[in-house]
C-alpha cells in the first residue's frame, strides 16, 4: 500500500513563485498575474507527478486577519482566490487551506482585542472566551467564502500564552487542545472537510514528546484525518517509538519528506542547486514501514531545476513507495529532460545524484545553535526555540538558504551555518566537475532550457562560496 494522501505543501502562496519579491518581507501574501501563472504550471506538475491535494498558508491572511474581516477582500482578492482553487479543481487537486489556531494571522485582532490578550503579541491566550469567538469567527468566514477541500491547522508555530491559566498545560496538552476544538469546530459543520494537524513548534529542537503525553496527541486524532509530525525542526515522534505511536491513533499519521529548502523568497530563484532524492525518498521509506500513509512534500519554484526534479520525483515515490529510486529519478528527467539517447539519460542522472552528494558529503548537519556568529544566530532565534537537554539534535528538516526575514536579498547562511570553510572548499570542487560533466552533453536534450538552468545554479552557488571564503 502506498500513501493514501500525498499533499504538495505549497506553504506561503509566493513561495512557489518563479520571481523574487526582494523588496517585502516575508511572508509576503500578493497575488499577482505572475503568480496565477505560477500557480497554473505548477498545478500541472504536481497533478502529472501524482499527487492529489495542496496545502497553501497566506490565501487571504499572513500576520494580520483584520478586526472586519470581511474586508479581507478588498479590491479583487476572493476573485485572485477563487481563480486559484478553481485551477486546482478543474486539475483533480483538493485545495488544503492552511490556518493558523491562534497564531499567524491574529496579530491586529490581539493589538484590537485586549480580552484575547496573553503573554505573546503573536498568539491569542488558550483560556480566553474571546479567542476561541475569533477563531470560530475566522473558520466560519473561510468555509463559508471559498471552496476549500480542507484545512491545515497549526496552532503552534509562533508560540504560545503562558498566562496563569495556560501555563497549567505543557505544551503537547495546549497545542492539542487548541486544535482539538476547532477540528471539531469544522467537523460539527462541515463534516466531509479533510483536516490535518500540523505540529510544527510544539517541542522545543531536539526533544522528543514524553510517551506520557501520547494520551493528548490520541485524543487529538480522534477529531482529525491526519496528524503530521512535519519535522522542520526536528521530529517530535521519537523514530524509535513512531511504529508503536502510531498503532494508537485513530487517524493517519503523517510527516514532511525529511529534508526540504525552504524557498528563499528575496533569491533569484537561479542562486541554488540541491536535489535531494535519495534523502527524501530513504526517509519515506522508513516512514511508510513505520505505518506512514501521509506526505506534505514542500513545494517551491520550478524554474529551479533541482528543486522541479524533487517535487516531481517525490510524488512518484509516494506513488510507488517500493520503487527503486534511481528509477524514479530517470523516469523523472525522461519526462522532464527529453534526452536524445539512453546515454545522455544515464548521464544526467549521475549528475543530479553527484551533485546531491556533493553537498551531503559537506554539510554539517547539526546547526550547533549556541556556536554560531551572532549576526546569523539571530533570524533562526527568532524561529525557534533548543532543546537545552540536547542541542545535538539541531538538524535542519528544513533548510534555510537566508535569513527567513528582512528586505533585500539575505546572505547564503546555509553555507555559512551549515558548512565548515573546508566542507565550501570541497563542495566548490565537486560542483566545478560536476560543470564540467554538464558540458560535455549538454546538447543531448530537449529539455526547455533547463540544461542551462542548472550551469546557471551551479555558478551561483560557487560565487556565493567564493564570497564567504574570500
Same mark, same amino acid.
Given at each position: 500500500? !502506498?500513501?493514501?494522501?500525498?499533499?504538495?505543501?505549497?506553504?506561503?502562496?509566493?513561495?512557489?513563485?518563479?520571481?523574487?519579491?526582494?523588496?517585502?518581507?516575508?511572508?509576503?501574501?500578493?497575488?499577482?498575474?505572475?503568480?496565477?501563472? *505560477?500557480?497554473?504550471?505548477?498545478?500541472?506538475?504536481?497533478?502529472?507527478?501524482?499527487?492529489?491535494?495542496?496545502?497553501?498558508?497566506?490565501?487571504?491572511?499572513?500576520?494580520?486577519?483584520?478586526?472586519?474581516?470581511?474586508?479581507?477582500?478588498?479590491?479583487?482578492?476572493?476573485? @485572485?482566490?477563487? @481563480?486559484?482553487?478553481?485551477?486546482?479543481?478543474?486539475? #483533480?487537486?483538493?485545495?488544503?487551506?492552511?490556518?493558523?489556531?491562534?497564531?499567524?494571522?491574529?496579530?491586529?485582532?490581539?493589538?484590537?482585542?485586549?480580552?484575547?490578550?496573553?503573554?505573546?503579541?503573536?498568539?491569542?491566550?488558550?483560556?480566553?472566551?474571546?479567542?476561541?469567538?475569533?477563531? /470560530?469567527?475566522?473558520?466560519?468566514?473561510?468555509?463559508?467564502?471559498?471552496?476549500?477541500?480542507?484545512?491545515?491547522?497549526?496552532?503552534? *508555530?509562533? &508560540?504560545?500564552?503562558?498566562?496563569?491559566?495556560?501555563?497549567?498545560?505543557?505544551?503537547?496538552?495546549?497545542?492539542?487542545?487548541?486544535?482539538?476544538?476547532?477540528?471539531?469546530?469544522?467537523?460539527?459543520?462541515?463534516?466531509?472537510?479533510?483536516?490535518?494537524?500540523?505540529?510544527? %513548534?510544539?517541542?522545543?529542537?531536539?526533544?522528543?514528546?514524553?510517551?506520557?503525553?501520547?494520551?493528548?496527541?490520541?485524543?487529538?486524532?480522534?477529531?482529525?484525518?491526519?496528524?503530521?509530525?512535519? #519535522?522542520?525542526?526536528?521530529?517530535?515522534?521519537?523514530?524509535?517509538?513512531?511504529?508503536?505511536?502510531?498503532? &494508537?491513533?485513530?487517524?493517519?499519521?503523517?510527516?514532511?519528506?525529511?529534508?526540504?529548502?525552504?524557498?528563499?523568497?528575496?533569491?533569484?530563484?537561479?542562486?541554488?542547486?540541491?536535489?535531494?532524492?535519495?534523502?527524501?525518498?530513504?526517509?519515506?521509506?522508513?516512514?511508510?514501514?513505520?505505518?506512514?500513509?501521509?506526505?506534505?512534500?514542500?513545494?517551491?519554484?520550478?524554474?529551479?531545476?533541482?528543486?522541479?526534479?524533487?517535487?516531481?520525483? &517525490?510524488?512518484?515515490?509516494?506513488?510507488?513507495? /517500493?520503487?527503486?529510486?534511481?528509477?524514479?529519478?530517470?523516469?523523472?528527467?525522461?519526462?522532464?529532460?527529453?534526452?536524445?539517447?539512453?546515454?545522455?539519460?544515464?548521464?544526467?542522472?549521475?549528475?543530479?545524484?553527484?551533485?546531491?552528494?556533493?553537498?551531503?558529503? !559537506?554539510?554539517?548537519?547539526?546547526?550547533?545553535?549556541?556556536?554560531?556568529?551572532?549576526?546569523?544566530?539571530?533570524?533562526?532565534?527568532?524561529?525557534?526555540?533548543?532543546?537545552?537537554?540536547?542541542?545535538?539534535?539541531?538538524?535542519?528538516?528544513?533548510?534555510?538558504?537566508?535569513?527567513?526575514? &528582512?528586505?533585500?536579498? %539575505?546572505?547564503?547562511?546555509?553555507?555559512?551555518?551549515?558548512?565548515?570553510?573546508? #566542507?565550501?572548499?570541497?563542495?566548490?570542487?565537486?560542483?566545478?566537475?560536476?560543470?564540467?560533466?554538464?558540458?560535455?552533453?549538454?546538447?543531448?536534450?530537449?529539455?526547455?532550457?533547463?540544461?542551462?538552468?542548472?550551469?546557471?545554479?551551479?555558478?551561483?552557488?560557487?560565487?556565493?562560496?567564493?564570497?564567504?571564503?574570500?
Amino acid at each position: 500500500m !502506498n500513501f493514501s494522501k500525498k499533499i504538495a505543501m505549497g506553504i506561503w502562496i509566493n513561495d512557489i513563485k518563479n520571481t523574487p519579491l526582494s523588496g517585502s518581507n516575508w511572508p509576503d501574501v500578493s497575488i499577482d498575474g505572475q503568480l496565477l501563472d *505560477d500557480c497554473n504550471n505548477i498545478f500541472n506538475l504536481i497533478k502529472k507527478a501524482g499527487y492529489d491535494s495542496v496545502d497553501l498558508f497566506g490565501l487571504l491572511a499572513g500576520h494580520d486577519w483584520p478586526p472586519n474581516i470581511e474586508s479581507v477582500f478588498k479590491d479583487n482578492r476572493k476573485e @485572485q482566490v477563487n @481563480q486559484i482553487i478553481e485551477m486546482a479543481h478543474s486539475k #483533480g487537486i483538493d485545495i488544503i487551506f492552511g490556518m493558523g489556531i491562534y497564531s499567524w494571522g491574529f496579530d491586529e485582532i490581539i493589538r484590537h482585542d485586549p480580552e484575547v490578550r496573553g503573554t505573546n503579541p503573536s498568539a491569542m491566550c488558550g483560556s480566553s472566551e474571546a479567542s476561541k469567538k475569533w477563531q /470560530e469567527k475566522v473558520i466560519e468566514f473561510v468555509a463559508s467564502n471559498i471552496d476549500v477541500d480542507g484545512f491545515h491547522l497549526e496552532a503552534s *508555530d509562533q &508560540g504560545r500564552c503562558s498566562c496563569e491559566k495556560c501555563a497549567k498545560e505543557n505544551n503537547v496538552e495546549y497545542y492539542s487542545r487548541l486544535n482539538k476544538e476547532a477540528a471539531i469546530f469544522i467537523k460539527d459543520r462541515w463534516p466531509d472537510k479533510y483536516l490535518l494537524v500540523n505540529d510544527c %513548534g510544539y517541542m522545543a529542537w531536539g526533544d522528543f514528546v514524553d510517551k506520557k503525553d501520547f494520551k493528548y496527541l490520541y485524543d487529538l486524532g480522534n477529531h482529525i484525518d491526519a496528524f503530521i509530525d512535519n #519535522g522542520n525542526h526536528g521530529l517530535f515522534i521519537n523514530e524509535s517509538d513512531r511504529k508503536e505511536f502510531i498503532k &494508537g491513533l485513530n487517524c493517519e499519521f503523517g510527516s514532511a519528506g525529511g529534508f526540504w529548502v525552504y524557498p528563499p523568497q528575496r533569491w533569484d530563484r537561479l542562486r541554488w542547486f540541491l536535489p535531494y532524492i535519495k534523502k527524501t525518498g530513504n526517509f519515506l521509506k522508513s516512514l511508510h514501514d513505520d505505518g506512514g500513509r501521509v506526505c506534505e512534500f514542500y513545494l517551491g519554484p520550478t524554474i529551479n531545476p533541482g528543486t522541479e526534479i524533487n517535487i516531481y520525483a &517525490g510524488g512518484l515515490i509516494l506513488s510507488g513507495i /517500493e520503487r527503486n529510486l534511481e528509477s524514479i529519478l530517470k523516469e523523472t528527467l525522461k519526462k522532464l529532460y527529453k534526452p536524445y539517447k539512453d546515454s545522455y539519460l544515464e548521464s544526467i542522472a549521475e549528475i543530479f545524484l553527484d551533485a546531491e552528494d556533493a553537498f551531503f558529503n !559537506n554539510w554539517e548537519p547539526c546547526i550547533k545553535p549556541f556556536e554560531l556568529p551572532e549576526e546569523f544566530a539571530a533570524d533562526v532565534e527568532t524561529l525557534v526555540t533548543w532543546s537545552k537537554n540536547t542541542p545535538e539534535r539541531t538538524v535542519p528538516g528544513e533548510l534555510f538558504l537566508e535569513p527567513l526575514v &528582512g528586505i533585500g536579498p %539575505g546572505e547564503p547562511i546555509y553555507l555559512i551555518n551549515n558548512m565548515t570553510e573546508k #566542507g565550501r572548499k570541497s563542495y566548490k570542487k565537486d560542483l566545478e566537475g560536476i560543470i564540467m560533466q554538464i558540458e560535455e552533453i549538454k546538447e543531448g536534450f530537449d529539455d526547455g532550457g533547463r540544461i542551462s538552468r542548472i550551469i546557471t545554479c551551479i555558478k551561483n552557488v560557487i560565487a556565493d562560496i567564493n564570497i564567504i571564503n574570500k
